[in-house]
């Protein structure tokens, strides 16, 4: 996926007229606003994203984290 978005990005920003984008996945629509595709790319973020995520899943709660989810009990 991110490596479409990639593409996309690119193609907005090379003087390619685009004037709708969609995200289909499992049958399921998700317009896109073509206007936030500048060029960049969008892989960089998303990998940075992922790896604070899983950072997030692995680390051990403590007492005193400020995190909400770090200190809720079931």
């Excluded at 896109?32 to 994203?49: E, M, N, R």
């Excluded at 709660?61 to 909400?68: E, K, L, Q, R």
Aim: proline share 5%; charged share 15%.
């Amino acid at each position: 996926m991110e490596y479409s978005l990639d593409v996309l990005s690119s193609l907005c920003s090379s003087n390619k007229h685009v004037s709708k984008a969609e995200l289909i996945d499992n049958g399921q629509h998700t317009s896109l606003p073509v206007d936030a595709f500048d060029g960049q790319t969008i892989s960089t973020p998303f990998q940075q994203l992922e790896s604070q995520w899983q950072e997030l899943l692995l680390s051990p709660a403590t007492g005193n984290s400020t995190w909400p989810l770090a200190t809720w009990q079931e």
